[in-house]
């Protein structure tokens, strides 16, 4: 049986775009000779986003929708086009063709000639991005590979997997995920094809400062644990600090004067308050996490599906 390529293509108010880039990857598909399905999963659009999809998918089978009943986030977006998609290979990509279609044959073919689960696209150049949002990336990627011992920064959500690690990923009991990190992980033969970042289509990008940060944090969070351990590092800063003063404390006191600094205690008390705060929080944080985690709820609920029955 000739394999099946599926393109999963998370989508939150797209509409301006969503028929452009249906219509590119027909073309390209088509030209290519691939047999392919296109799954378009609306995270909870306020827009045409839903209609437009319709429309593709009465004229053609090989499109298919599921619509979430509210927005998940990207990261939910992406395991429900896995869960829904039946292809040999999965590939995801974004809507807003900033991930060039045409890329998907070199991805397809590294696939089909080797012996490759995972084939990467990594990014040549970022595209352009404001300022303040470049560097605050750059320093999120430091922090994963720091922590979590994975390289991210030219990594990118354009990847397409083989049907045995998507079976894998998808069967991952945890809820709380981070797709980039999670296809890593797995491991499995790898191949990289580049790619630069183009301009987003039109519309604008889904993520904000805010959003951004929401989803720094909760990706570090969900895949390193190394912020509970800056609690300890911390604290044993401070303790060794607190001996260095504690001595010398001791020799002025030996020496006859006395002890004085006022200020000294006052700006200690506020640093260790300090301290003690932002390690509250970072376990607060984490046991957020875990009461998340334990409530067990679905990563997304299905509202409606088109040219597929909702996945059991
Ligand atoms: N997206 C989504 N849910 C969200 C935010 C974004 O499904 O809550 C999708 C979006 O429709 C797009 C992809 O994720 O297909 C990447 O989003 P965007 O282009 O806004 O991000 P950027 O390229 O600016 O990082
Ligand atoms: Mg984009």
Redesign the pocket.
């Known amino acids: 049986m000739e394999d099946v390529l599926s393109i999963i293509?998370?989508?939150?108010n797209?509409g301006s775009v969503i028929s452009k880039t249906a219509g590119y990857i027909q073309a390209i598909m088509t030209e290519a000779d691939i047999r392919y399905e296109i799954v378009f999963?609306d995270?909870g659009s306020s827009d045409d986003t839903w209609q437009q999809v319709e429309t593709l998918a009465e004229d053609d089978t090989r499109i298919i929708g599921v619509k979430f009943s509210k927005?998940f986030?990207?990261e939910s977006?992406i395991l429900a086009g896995l869960e829904h998609a039946s292809g040999s290979a999965c590939a995801l990509m974004?809507?807003?063709l900033?991930h060039p279609p045409k890329v998907l044959i070199e991805m397809y073919s590294v696939w089909k000639e080797g012996d490759v689960d995972v084939v990467e696209g990594m990014k040549t150049s970022r595209g352009r991005e404001a300022f303040i949002y470049k560097h605050f990336s750059n320093l999120f990627y430091y922090l994963i590979e720091r922590m979590g011992g994975i390289k991210l920064k030219a990594a990118s959500d354009f990847q397409l997997l083989d049907r045995r690690v998507v079976d894998i990923i998808v069967s991952l009991p945890e809820r709380q995920r981070f797709f980039r990190a999670l296809s890593s992980w797995v491991g499995f033969s790898r191949k990289q094809v580049f790619f630069c970042v183009e301009q987003?289509d039109s519309g604008a990008?889904?993520?904000n400062f805010y959003k951004s940060a929401k989803y720094a944090l909760s990706n570090i969070t969900s895949f390193s644990s190394a912020p509970l351990q800056l609690v300890t590092v911390i604290g044993i800063l401070f303790f060794v600090i607190s001996i260095l003063l504690g001595i010398h404390t001791f020799v002025s006191w030996a020496q006859g004067n006395s002890i004085e600094g006022f200020t000294t205690v006052i700006l200690l008390l506020l640093i260790i308050g300090a301290m003690l705060m932002l390690s509250l929080g970072i376990l607060g944080y984490f046991i957020g996490k875990i009461y998340e985690e334990i409530k067990c709820r679905p990563p997304y609920l299905v509202q409606k599906t088109l040219n597929r029955k909702a996945a059991s």
Not at 9 to 12: D, K, L
């Open positions: 293509i998370p989508a939150c797209e999963v995270d927005n986030g990207k977006a974004d809507c807003d900033q987003r990008s889904k993520f």
